[in-house]
T-cell receptor, first 113, second 113 residues
Framework: SAVISQKPSRDICQRGTSLTIQCQVD?????MFWYRQQPGQSLTLIAT?????????ESGFVIDKFPISRPNLTFSTLTVSNMSPEDSSIYLC??????????FGQGTRLTVV | QQQVKQSPQSLIVQKGGISIINCAYE??????FPWYQQFPGKGPALLIA?????SEKKEGRFTISFNKSAKQFSLHIMDSQPGDSATYFC????????????FGEGTQLTVNP
C-alpha cells in the first residue's frame, strides 16, 4: 500500500486568493490524481499528473484555475486559484497501487469566505 | 452526465442485518468496479473490487454482485456492525488504471446497535 500525506489538512481562505495543496507519497509512482469532493457529494476527478509532462485535465477543469506541478515521482501540488465560495470542497490526492487499486490521502478541507 | 448512479442515498440497518447498496453504470467500456468506504475526515479506502469476468466476489462480510448484461453491481454487507457506519462509494474505471475513477453519488450507511 501507499502512504499519502497532504498539507494542509484544512484551511480557511479569503475569496480572490490562492491556496497550494501539497501531496507527498512514500514511494515512487507514475501517476498522481487530484479529486474534488464538494460538501456531502461524490468525488470528481480534476486532473491526472504525470512526472515530466503537463497535467491532463478533465472536462470542466482548466489549468488556469487548478495549476498542478509534478516535480518528481513522489510529490505533487494542486493550486486553487482566485478562489470563490464555490471552491469550498475537500481536495484529495490519489495514487495507483501495484494492483491497480487507488490510495487516497486524507484530503484538504478548504473553506472560502 | 452521471455515468455511475448509486442508490440509496442513505441507509439505516440494525446490527446483524444485511446492508445492500446498488450501482448502475452506462459506459460499457468500464471494466473495473471498486467500492470505497469513507469515514468522516478521512480519505476513501478501498473495500473490495471486481472485474466483469466474474459475477460475484466475496471478502469476509463484504460481497460484490455483478450483472454485466444489466450494467449493475451491488455491495452486500453481511452481519452489519456499528463500526460499518460510513459513506460508501461505488466507482468504475477503464483499463488497468484503478485511479482514474468515476464515482457514484455515495450512500451514507448507519448501523444501529
Amino acid at each position: 500500500s501507499a502512504v499519502i500525506s497532504q498539507k494542509p489538512s484544512r484551511d480557511i481562505c479569503q475569496r480572490g486568493t490562492s491556496l497550494t495543496i501539497q501531496c507527498q507519497v512514500d514511494s515512487q509512482v507514475t501517476m498522481m490524481f487530484w479529486y474534488r469532493q464538494q460538501p456531502g457529494q461524490s468525488l470528481t476527478l480534476i486532473a491526472t499528473a504525470n512526472q515530466g509532462s503537463e497535467a491532463t485535465y478533465e472536462s470542466g477543469f482548466v489549468i488556469d484555475k487548478f495549476p498542478i506541478s509534478r516535480p518528481n515521482l513522489t510529490f505533487s501540488t494542486l493550486t486553487v486559484s482566485n478562489m470563490s465560495p464555490e471552491d469550498s470542497s475537500i481536495y484529495l490526492c490519489s495514487v495507483e497501487g501495484s494492483h491497480t487499486e487507488a490510495f487516497f490521502g486524507q484530503g484538504t478541507r478548504l473553506t472560502v469566505v | 452526465q452521471q455515468q455511475v448512479k448509486q442508490s440509496p442515498q442513505s441507509l439505516i440497518v440494525q446490527k446483524g442485518g444485511i446492508s445492500i447498496i446498488n450501482c448502475a453504470y452506462e459506459n460499457t467500456a468500464f471494466d473495473y468496479f471498486p467500492w470505497y468506504q469513507q469515514f468522516p475526515g478521512k480519505g476513501p479506502a478501498l473495500l473490495i473490487a471486481i472485474r466483469p469476468d466474474v459475477s460475484e466476489k466475496k471478502e469476509g462480510r463484504f460481497t460484490i454482485s455483478f450483472n454485466k448484461s444489466a450494467k449493475q453491481f451491488s455491495l452486500h454487507i453481511m452481519d452489519s456492525q456499528p463500526g460499518d457506519s460510513a459513506t460508501y462509494f461505488c466507482a468504475a474505471s477503464i483499463g488497468t488504471s484503478g485511479s482514474r475513477l468515476t464515482f457514484g453519488e455515495g450512500t451514507q450507511l448507519t448501523v444501529n446497535p
